[in-house]
Every structure is written in C-alpha cells, then in structure tokens.
C-alpha cells in the first residue's frame, strides 16, 4: 500500500487485504493499532516490527510532536490544517496534511502502516480507531497498545499520561487497550537534521511486549485478551534485557516523581537540566521522589518497575469498586431517597 494513498484508497486496499489475511495469518494473529504520546520513535518503530514479525497486521498512529503530559486532552472542532512545521523525527514535512501518511524517506525503514496527527495523543488514537481500522479492516482492531513510551508512567501520574489515556479511550470504544512504559533512556539520538536514530533498548522492549502478548494470546484460546472494563498498565525497567523478568503490580501511592509548578524556571534545578535556567517564568517542572518505599508498597508498580516489567490491571474510567458503590448509597441514603 502506497503512503502517500488517499483513504479511498486505503479503505480499497483494506478490503482486499482483509479477504487474503483471512486466509494467510496464523490463528493468532490480531490487528493491531499501535499508538502512543511521543511521536515517531524508536520505541514504536521497534514494537511495529516485532509485531509484525510475529504475524501480527498492525496499523500506526501517533501524534506529529511529543505530547507527553496531555492526557485525554482533545482539541474539539480545530480544523487539523496542513503542517507549519516538521514533526518530530521528520515523520512529515512542512506543508503535509494535518493528518495523513508518515512521508519519512532515506532511512531504509518501510513506514507504510505508519500515520501521524498534528493533535494530542487521544486524537491520534482516535484517527486510528475512527478512519485508519475502519478503512484497512471495516471494524475496530482487536487490541490498542500505547507506547512504549519513552519514560515510566506510575502512580498518580498515570492520570495525566498521553500513553494511558490512550487505552483509557479505547477501552471507553470496547477495544482491549494496554499501555507500555519504557525507561527515560530508551529514546534515540537526535542529527543535526531532526532524525532520531534507534535505541538498542527498544528492540528489547518491544520483545517483551511481545512475549506478554504471546501469553495474553495462548491463554484467551480464542475469547477476549481482557475482561471486560479492564486495562494493563505495563512499566519497563531503566534496565532491560531478555531475561528481565515479568512481576504483578498495582498502581499504588508509591510515586517515581510529581509534577509540581514553580515560581522561576531559572531557579528550578530540573529545569536548568532540561536547559531553561535561563527562562526566569513561572511553569510546571518535575521532581523526582525520594521517599523510601513502605512494606505496603512494595506491589506498586513505581517500586517494582525499578528492577522488572511490572503489569498492573486498571479500570476502565474512574468507577469505585462495589464495596466503595454501596458504601456511598448508604452514607447518602436519606438524600438519595428524596
């Protein structure tokens, strides 16, 4: 398939495609929409390969820039104009679509199943679901991941994530959604020209994910990879390699870091790290914890990340548990019963 087709074209393709698919992947195999919050990265390069690799179809969309930090934010009714300039790691050019196929060249990489949005990450998750899967395979994709970002999302911070609000959203769709969390240090490195090369990490990141899919797979035999109304959060150590082992979590109070707002960036040692001491404004800066870890956090996933891939079940929107459910209804019975 041509990157540069129109969606007419795609959804033609797609229809052909999905009658041959039929009959040449493996019982296994899943469509796929790989998404995330960063951008064209290393990390969501990797994990299409191994993916595909594994027989998997896999469609891509992500946002043009980095969008970490925004959440489930969505930019309602703003005409996505064509592009002011480049997106991250050249995805697209000055002038391209707001929304469209990754016209990336030179670097040896097929970006066929590749497309960005010039929008947040929930955007580019809705993209995918609304037009890109419903034009390659007439229905939503079997499974959304997210990621795997380029830093852990743990703890409280897991509420303003681009990478879990994406699975939030799709799981709000029925769609079984995980998110994927990689060190701070998975990302490549940037040329003079904006291109990001690829972190040897990702490669090993993206074999994991896989391999927590394969078993996802074997144990489903054929009914849904996830209850229903729940997600996985899965956080990767700083250090991985194959043999980086597998452990439960929860999300936990133990956190890796907070964002906390402040006076002067040019007082803010994070952010003279992030080279801003010079900005003498007000803004949002991070502070990693320091606190140490109780017994009782010992699950949580801020605590087992730091040495393993940690999984951790979410909730699909903010619902109590039943016991928190009747808890309220008694407490506000007289007021409920008006």
């Known amino acids: 398939m041509n990157n540069r087709a129109s969606l007419k074209q795609v959804a033609a393709a797609g229809v052909v495609a999905a009658s041959l698919t039929a009959f040449t992947m493996p019982a296994s195999a899943l469509n796929i929409l790989l998404t995330n919050d960063d951008g064209l990265t290393s990390n969501v390069k990797a ?5 595909t690799t594994a027989g998997h179809d896999v469609l891509v969309s992500t946002p043009c820039q980095g969008q970490s930090g925004m959440g489930g934010a969505l930019q309602f009714l703003r005409p996505l104009t064509p592009l002011s300039t480049a997106c991250l790691n050249n995805a697209a050019a000055a002038g391209d679509p707001g929304a469209g196929p990754v016209t990336k060249e030179g670097d040896g990489y097929d970006y066929s199943d590749f497309y960005y949005v010039n929008g947040t990450p929930v955007m580019a998750t809705a993209y995918g679901l609304d037009l890109l899967a419903q034009a390659r395979w007439g229905k939503n994709p079997d499974l959304v991941l997210s990621g795997a970002n380029e830093g852990r999302n743990t ?3 897991v509420s303003s994530s681009g990478t879990v609000n994406n699975v939030q959203f799709a799981g709000g769709r029925g769609v079984p959604a995980i998110a994927l969390s990689a060190g701070h240090d998975s990302s490549g490195e940037k040329d003079e020209a904006g291109n990001y090369d690829d ?9 994991l994910s896989v391999k927590l899919l394969d078993v996802l797979i074997s ?7 996830l209850p229903e109304r729940m997600l996985l959060n899965v956080n990767f150590p700083d250090v991985v390699t194959a043999t980086t082992p597998f452990e439960f979590s929860r999300i936990g109070s133990a956190q890796e870091l907070e964002f906390v707002f402040v006076a002067d960036f040019s007082q803010d040692p994070f952010a003279q790290s992030q080279g801003l001491g010079s900005y003498a404004f007000p803004g949002i800066s991070i502070r990693f914890a320091d606190e140490d870890i109780s017994p009782e956090q010992e699950s949580d996933e801020a605590h087992v990340s730091s040495s393993a891939v940690s999984v951790t079940a979410m909730q699909l929107s903010y619902d109590h548990s039943q016991y928190g459910q009747q808890w309220l209804q008694l407490r506000l019975r007289d007021l409920l019963s008006q």
């Open 47 to 51: 994990l299409y390969t191994a993916l």
């Open 155 to 157: 703890g409280y911070i």
């Open 199 to 207: 972190n040897p990490d990702s490669s090993v990141i993206a074999n």
């Open 219 to 225: 144990k489903a035999a054929g009914a849904p990879l």
